[in-house]
């Protein structure tokens, strides 16, 4: 399996941290791909405890990478592994994956609509500073979240939005598990109707609003191949 060495760790706000890697062989990657660590905690079946983590950082410069993450309350990689993780340790991880972004028909002339809940930001942030997309003029991203702390900073993120892209906008929601949690999939909808037919669509985060989003897509005519989705949890919602 890939391993990589710490080489930085800064803390962003209470509970997210930006740790940058520097893998130990090659590593190429596409902007928009994650990577599974494998923490060597282990479950009551023996079995390690093993998460997904985006690439944040750029495919242009693959010597490192980095990746972010949000401390969730009872958490246990996040808690237990990764807030323990020093400079010089190295991880042990597989990937990258994230096949659709292999797929040469999935990026084709015309709009991209991106839509991210919550912590899912860090793949749509290095899905827009591709290389395939970083030119592109006909981007639109909307990044749905609850507030300034709850992940990246805001100021930090509008540094790192490609200068050309069509449109961003932080849509401000309730936190998951919150009151009024349940107006986001309206809120949403509203705002994939506001593009009438894209040609390519990345959703990710919050599976209640990538699974319903994506039907939405569909049924307004997107063709399915050209919808990629990353779901971050609720993943079996339908
Ligand atoms: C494709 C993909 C990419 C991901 N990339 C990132 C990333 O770049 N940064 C990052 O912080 N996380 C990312 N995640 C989530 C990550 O894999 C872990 O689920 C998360 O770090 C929690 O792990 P844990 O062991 O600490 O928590 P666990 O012990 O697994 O418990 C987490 C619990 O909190 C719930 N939950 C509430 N809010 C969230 C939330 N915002 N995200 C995840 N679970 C939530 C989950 O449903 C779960 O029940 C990604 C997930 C996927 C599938």
């Known amino acids: 399996m890939p391993t990589a060495k710490l080489i ?3 803390q962003c706000n209470d509970s997210t941290h930006l740790l940058t890697f520097r893998p130990t062989e090659t590593f190429e990657f ?3 791909q994650f990577i599974i660590i494998d923490s060597g905690l282990k479950n009551e079946e023996g079995k390690n405890y093993k998460r997904t983590y985006s690439l944040l950082s750029s495919d242009d410069k693959t010597d490192e990478f980095q990746i ?7 958490g246990i990689v996040t808690n237990q ?3 323990h993780l020093q400079v010089d340790d190295v991880i042990t991880f597989s990937g990258p994956w994230g096949k659709f972004l292999k797929d040469e028909d999935f990026f084709g002339e ?3 609509f991106v839509l991210a809940t919550d912590t899912a930001l860090a793949s749509a942030l290095s899905f827009v500073n591709s ?10 991203f909307y990044w749905m979240v609850s507030d300034k702390d709850y992940f990246l900073d ?16 932080i849509v401000p929601i309730a936190e998951y598990g919150s009151e009024g949690r349940d107006e986001v999939l309206h809120k949403a909808k509203s705002i994939a109707n506001q593009h009438h037919n894209p040609r390519t669509a990345l959703l990710a985060g919050d599976g209640i609003i990538v699974n319903k989003i994506k039907e939405y897509l569909i049924e307004k005519g997107v063709n399915e191949n050209h919808i990629g989705t990353e779901v971050y949890f609720n993943k079996d919602s339908v």
């Open 154 to 169: 805001f100021e930090m993120v509008q540094k790192r939005i490609p200068p050309g892209l069509a449109h961003f906008e």
């Open 110 to 112: 015309g709009d991209v």
């Open 30 to 32: 596409i902007g928009g």
């Open 68 to 74: 972010a993450y949000k401390v969730l309350e009872k």
């Open 81 to 83: 592994y990764l807030n």
């Open 131 to 140: 290389k395939k997309l970083k030119q592109k003029e006909n981007v639109s």
């Open 8 to 10: 930085r760790r800064e």
